[in-house]
Structure formats: structure tokens, C-alpha cells
């Protein structure tokens, strides 16, 4: 009895320091009842509640390997002799999602959704309907650990409710056992929280874009010409400044405008553009449109819009006159510089469309690539004398045009890819798609070094300077390329992360028995044993098969050399795979009792861990990241999902150096 009460008080002890905390996340309620249609046919109706911005994926889609995504899965105490399931448990019909990191089609709900399961109750007298509700949820940022709920509904009320299984002294000493006594926690109390993503990366993006604009042969030429007109033709120099910078504000907010429609898909359905992303035939499409820009800009034939269109904005422009005809002469350059902006707007609306932003990403980037054809046009007119600072038009412009053809060309393939990713039809593994951007950059150099010609170019003569610059910088892009081509631990190239295929789709085989290959322990005793006979501390990586980020910070993050061989020559690590379904031995299993006072059944390795995550440490997101000694004292504090590469290795080294010193003492 005395072990008993001991055991008591130690889980209530941690349930209280649990309660405690912000760390754990719920963000999803369920909500069960029966609605009857006859005698004998009633309805299950399973009902979820999600937070904003949280994911509860499908029922269907997925394999018993666990290649994305936890599935929802229900469990019904039916038998022949008391009730009997009518067909399948039913949900709503949503998109296809492509997850690109697991190569894998995906189904999720969001908001709330309603499950259905009809029956027919053969024996009314006496029965209990029992519903077991597995589920995992996700954000953009972290995947939860697998739950159960299991609720008991009375058939005659319709009303269900949680079902806890009895809590035995045996399952408070198991529970126990799972729990460590964690030192350090004030020292370093755990602060992770949810970073948001900028905007400002995709508006500086866009606004390189715009000057990249302002160097074409359908631009740069007008920033003269159009200054001049407005300082020349007005009746006095405040009037030709104001409509000068007037014309320049209109140029932004034309560009911008061009971003609404998208905003009105994303109102009406917020995974259109995510849908749009990863359509098969969208993908090919803008793939064969970026061929056809980057042959354009190579010089082998024009691409513009209908002349009669610039004609008619230009009329208007001239018969209105005053604002409106300031905004039309701004929508006649729009029109008539499409030839050279089109091809990077299309980069823009690609890439957009391609990311998490969706609309407001695409926005930013054309506000930032409206500003940077606008503000030449105001600045030139506030400070004239500028003019006189600009370079002649001339053959460097044309070339300014075909550099931009061969980057084109380089992103067409990235469009290609999607859909090859998408189809499975293993057409542009990550190493061959490498090799075709170094083809592409390859055609640059000799390009730019005058060994290849293309049709608008003038009589071959000495590279000029800019040339050298460009070629050789694009020359050791080449080089940095080289590596993604083999099988080493070199081959992921950091700075091109997102772009090229994930690294798990190659030509080579991959060793996935650890990530990278590193040597990690999937059971936490084990490690620790290790860690005191070699006398490292221990870095406990918290995944998940389905985890996500948990492969971005794999591929893109300890794929780095130098965290890499920290990782794996001065830490033990353990990998725990909190969504694990593998069944531990009879035995081993128990009931948790949870803070809520409900009970969990540990049933799986993937149990176990995700409520040793939980009780120990306080939280329940995907990564999550521990050092500590293997007395169990934190060497620094935990972290979750952290994309810097910088900030996670400075994170690193604090804990072996922390270590360093209180073995010293």
C-alpha cells in the first residue's frame, strides 16, 4: 500500500507541474453523439473542433507505412450479437493535397469536421456503443503526437462520454517508471515558441526583381523619355515633379492591383492556391511558358502583348490627360514592357504560388517589383542631373536579356519537377535535376565569355568587365553545384534548399535506418547507458515519422558539415518517434492517468514516447530538441523547430560546453 501511495503521489505531483506549464498543446475537441433514424438504424456522429490553423488528416490515402501523415482512425466495439457497422465511417469529400518532403498525396480537414458512422443495433437491451478515436493534428510549424479518445455512448440518451479505464497500482508504477526527475529545469526553462513568417524576404525578392526589370531594352530606355516629358511638357517644375512622381506611384499600385484576383480565390477557398501549386497540369504549363520566356529572352523571337492594346492606353492617355491620364500612360509601360517583366513575374506568381503565402506573399512581391520600377522614375525627376549619370543604351542591355534566359530556363525545371513529384514518375531525381542547372550555368559562362552567340547580339569583341564579374561569380555557382551530384554527405546544398528535389528522391539508394546515418538509439535507457560509458551528454531528438519539419531540420539543418559531425562525435543521441505504432510486448503496456483525470492507454512505442515527452519536459510539439547529461540535468534549453543553422549549432555548442564544465568540477 505504501508504494502504491508513493507512486500516487509522484504522477500527481507531475500532473500538477504539467498543469502548470504552456507547453502542451489541445488544439482539437471532439464531440460525439447518436441520432436515431429508426428502431434499428442509428448514426455515430463524431465531431472535431480545430484551433486555427491546425490540419486533422483523412481516413484514407495512407498505408500501414508510415510514409506521411498520422490517418484518423476509428474503432467500434461492434458484434454480431449487439450492434453491427453499416458500411464504412463516412467524411467530407476535400482536396488532394502533394506534400513534397514525403512524397505523398495528403487529405486534411480544418475549422471542424464531422465524422459518420451508421449501425444497426441488433440487440437493443443492455448494449454499449464504444468509440476509439486515434488522431494525430499538425500546424505549419509542428506535428502533435498521436492521441486516443474513447468515448461510451448510451443508446437510449444518444449522450456519450470519456471512457477511462481503472487505474491499478501496477499501471501508477509503470507510470512512474516513465517518469525522470529532470534537473536545470529553471536554469533553462524551455522559451521555443512559433516564429511567423516575414514577408519581407518575397518583398525584397520582388523588388530585385524590378530593377533586374529597370535593365531590359523595354524598360530603360523610358526612364529618360519619360522623365523628360513630365519635366519639359509641364507648366511649371512643381507641376512636372508632381505628376512625375505621381506616374510612379501609379506604376506601384498597378502592380499591386494585379495581385487582387488571387486574394479573391484564397477568400473563397484557402488551399486554392495551394491546390494550384501542386496541380500536375498547372505545373506543366508553367514549364512550357518558362521555355517559351527563356527562348524569347535568348532572342529568337518577341513575345508582346496586343499592339492595339498599348495603342488604345496611350490614346487614352493622351485625350483624358490630368490623373486618369497619368494612370494610363503608367498602364501603357505596363503593357509594353511585358515582353521583359512578364518572364519575372512569372518567376514571382510561381514561387508564390508554390509557398505557404499563397496571396499575400504575391502581393508583397509585386508591391516590392512595382517600387523598383517606380522610384526611378520619381527620383530621376526630383534630382534631373541623375540623368546625365546613366549608362547609353546599348548591346549590354541585350545581354542583361539572356542571362535572364538562362535563369529562366533554370526555374522552368522547377515547375517540371513539382509535377514529376507529384506523379511519381521519377523523371527528375534530385542529382539529374542538379545536372541540368549546371548545363544551364554552364551555357551562361560560355555565354557571357563570348564563346556561344545567340541571334541580337553585336559583332564578337573583348567580354567587357561586368561580363568577367557575372561569368566567374556564375562559374563558382557552378562549381558549388557539382557536389549535389553524389552520394556524399556534401550533396545537400543548403543554399538551394526548397528548390531542388528532397533529398531522400535519388538516383542512390538511402540509408533511412537513422537520419543522415547517424548513429542514434531508438530507445532512451539505451542511450542514456551509452552515454555514461562513454561520458557524452545526450541531445534526445523528439520526431516522428509524419513530423514534417522534423525532415527539413534533418535535410536542411544537420545535413550541415560542421552540425553533422557535432551531432554525431560529441553528443549520443536518441531519437524518439513519438508516432511509432509498433506494439510493445504485453507486459509493458499500462494506462496513463493524465492531468485532465482522463486515462491514456500506452499501448505502442509511439505512446510511450510521446508521454515521456509530455511528462517530463512539458511539451507535445514535433521537433523538440534536449540536451542534457546523462544524470538527466539540461545542458541548455530545449528547442524546437529552428531553421537557422547558425543559431542551432551556437545552441549546440552551449550544451557540450556547459557539459565540459560541470564535468570539470
Avoid at 498547372?282 to 496586343?306: C, K
Amino acid at each position: 500500500m505504501k508504494r502504491f501511495l508513493s507512486a500516487l503521489f509522484l504522477i500527481l505531483a507531475c500532473l500538477q507541474t504539467i498543469q502548470a506549464q504552456n507547453g502542451l498543446l489541445d488544439p482539437v475537441e471532439w464531440k460525439v453523439s447518436l441520432e436515431k433514424e429508426s428502431d434499428t438504424d442509428y448514426n455515430i456522429l463524431i465531431q472535431a473542433e480545430l484551433e486555427a490553423g491546425w490540419h486533422l488528416y483523412s481516413q484514407t490515402q495512407f498505408g500501414e507505412e508510415f510514409e506521411g501523415p498520422i490517418p484518423t482512425k476509428f474503432t467500434f466495439n461492434a458484434t454480431p450479437e449487439t450492434y453491427t457497422l453499416r458500411g464504412k465511417t463516412q467524411e467530407p469529400d476535400v482536396p488532394v493535397v502533394f506534400d513534397p518532403v514525403f512524397n505523398i498525396d495528403v487529405k486534411f480537414f480544418e475549422d471542424k469536421v464531422m465524422f459518420i458512422q451508421p449501425i444497426k443495433v441488433i440487440n437493443p437491451e443492455g448494449v454499449k456503443l464504444v468509440v476509439e478515436v486515434f488522431y494525430s493534428v499538425c500546424d505549419d510549424e509542428q506535428c502533435l503526437a498521436p492521441n486516443t479518445e474513447i468515448f461510451e455512448i448510451d443508446l437510449t440518451s444518444g449522450a456519450a462520454k470519456k471512457s477511462n479505464a481503472e487505474i491499478t497500482q501496477e499501471d501508477l508504477e509503470k507510470s512512474a517508471a516513465l517518469t525522470i526527475e529532470v534537473g536545470g529545469k529553471e536554469e533553462f526553462k524551455d522559451e521555443s515558441e512559433s516564429s511567423e513568417k516575414s514577408y519581407f524576404t518575397i518583398f525584397l525578392l520582388g523588388f530585385v526583381g524590378g530593377l533586374i526589370a529597370l535593365l531590359t531594352p523595354c524598360v530603360f530606355p523610358m526612364i529618360p523619355l519619360t522623365v523628360s516629358f513630365f519635366t519639359k511638357s509641364a507648366k511649371d517644375k512643381k507641376k512636372g515633379l508632381f505628376n512625375a512622381v505621381l506616374y510612379g506611384l501609379f506604376i506601384f499600385l498597378i502592380y499591386v492591383i494585379l495581385s487582387i484576383p488571387f486574394h479573391l480565390l484564397d477568400s473563397l477557398d484557402p488551399e486554392i492556391l495551394n491546390n494550384i501549386s501542386t496541380n500536375v497540369t498547372l505545373n506543366i504549363i508553367f514549364f512550357v511558358i518558362f521555355i517559351v520566356f527563356a527562348f524569347s529572352f535568348f532572342g529568337y523571337y518577341e513575345i508582346t502583348l496586343p499592339q492595339s492594346w498599348s495603342a488604345k492606353m496611350d490614346d487614352k492617355a493622351n485625350s483624358i490627360g490630368g490623373f486618369v491620364g497619368i494612370f494610363f500612360m503608367a498602364l501603357t509601360l505596363a503593357i509594353v514592357s511585358f515582353s521583359c517583366t512578364g518572364p519575372i513575374l512569372g518567376s514571382l506568381l510561381g514561387g508564390s504560388l508554390t509557398s505557404d503565402g499563397g496571396a499575400w506573399q504575391l502581393t508583397m512581391g509585386m508591391g516590392g517589383f512595382g517600387l523598383a520600377l517606380a522610384l526611378p522614375f520619381a527620383l530621376f525627376a526630383l534630382f534631373p542631373n541623375w540623368l546625365n549619370t546613366l549608362p547609353k543604351s546599348g548591346g549590354w542591355l541585350n545581354t542583361v536579356k539572356v542571362v535572364l534566359g538562362f535563369i529562366e530556363l533554370g526555374l522552368a525545371f522547377k515547375f517540371l519537377s513539382n509535377a514529376d513529384l507529384v506523379e511519381h514518375w521519377g523523371i527528375l531525381k534530385r542529382e539529374i535535376f542538379i545536372g541540368i542547372w549546371i548545363v544551364c550555368a554552364l551555357g551562361m559562362v560560355l555565354y557571357l565569355f563570348g564563346i556561344i552567340r545567340f541571334p541580337h547580339d553585336g559583332p564578337k569583341r573583348k567580354p567587357p568587365i561586368g561580363n568577367v564579374v557575372v561569368g566567374v561569380a556564375t562559374f563558382a555557382f557552378l562549381l558549388y553545384l557539382i557536389p549535389g551530384l553524389t552520394n556524399s554527405s556534401y550533396a545537400n546544398l543548403k543554399l538551394l534548399s526548397g528548390f531542388p528535389p528532397p533529398l531522400f528522391y535519388s538516383v542512390y539508394d538511402k540509408d533511412t535506418e537513422a537520419p543522415l546515418g547517424l548513429n542514434a538509439y531508438k530507445d532512451f535507457d539505451e542511450g542514456i547507458a551509452a552515454a555514461k560509458a562513454s561520458g557524452k551528454p545526450v541531445m534526445i531528438d523528439f520526431t516522428g515519422w509524419a513530423c514534417v519539419n522534423c525532415r527539413k531540420m534533418e535535410e536542411q539543418v544537420w545535413s550541415r558539415e560542421d552540425i553533422f559531425s557535432t551531432i554525431n562525435e560529441d553528443y549520443i543521441l536518441i531519437s524518439l518517434y513519438v508516432d511509432d505504432r509498433k506494439e510493445l510486448p504485453q507486459e509493458e503496456r499500462f494506462n496513463f492517468l493524465k492531468a485532465s483525470g482522463d486515462t491514456k492507454p500506452i499501448k505502442t512505442i509511439g505512446d510511450k514516447w510521446a508521454t515521456f515527452q509530455t511528462v517530463n519536459f512539458q511539451n507535445n510539439s514535433q521537433p523538440y530538441y534536449v540536451l542534457m547529461d546523462a544524470n538527466y540535468n539540461l545542458l541548455n534549453k530545449p528547442v524546437g523547430y529552428t531553421p537557422d543553422a547558425d543559431e542551432y549549432l551556437f545552441w549546440l555548442e552551449e550544451g557540450i560546453k556547459n557539459h565540459k564544465e560541470r564535468t570539470s568540477k
